[in-house]
């Protein structure tokens, strides 16, 4: 009886300590990405990477190494970019999206 009671005392210490509006945060931030339809793709072919449902976004270049080598404007909705890069692995983010490429 009294280990219930101690967790159920415990457990309401733990709800009553957060704020509403930390968890209102929390609900808005899931809601927002479930929203967002804007989620652009990207594919690559040898050393073309192509980026759809950019538009307006940039698309941004970089090494294994974390060091920024290329950044570049998407100005339509589908865009092809040639990557004139040394051979190795890079990343390329645009907005929310993340890959891995390698060119050889």
Same mark, same amino acid.
């Given at each position: #009886?009294?280990? %219930? ?5 415990? !457990?309401? #210490?733990?709800?009553?300590? =957060?704020? !509403?509006? !930390? #968890?209102? $945060?929390?609900? *808005? $931030?899931?809601? !927002? *990405? ?8 990207? %594919? ?6 192509? =980026? ?11 090494? #294994? ?5 290329? %950044?570049?404007? =998407? ?6 970019? *040639? ?22």
């Amino acid at each position: #009886m009294k280990k %219930s009671l101690l967790i159920l005392a415990a !457990a309401s #210490m733990l709800f009553t300590s =957060i704020p !509403a509006n !930390a #968890m209102e $945060m929390v609900m *808005e $931030m899931g809601v !927002a *990405e479930q929203i967002d339809e804007r989620t652009p793709t990207i %594919s690559t072919e040898g050393n073309i990477v192509s =980026i759809q449902g950019a538009n307006g976004m940039t698309l941004e270049v970089v090494s #294994m190494t974390g060091r920024a080598v290329a %950044s570049y404007k =998407i100005e339509g909705p589908v865009q092809r970019i *040639e990557l004139n890069l040394p051979k190795g692995c890079y990343i390329l983010k645009v907005g929310k999206v993340v890959r891995k490429v390698t060119v050889r």
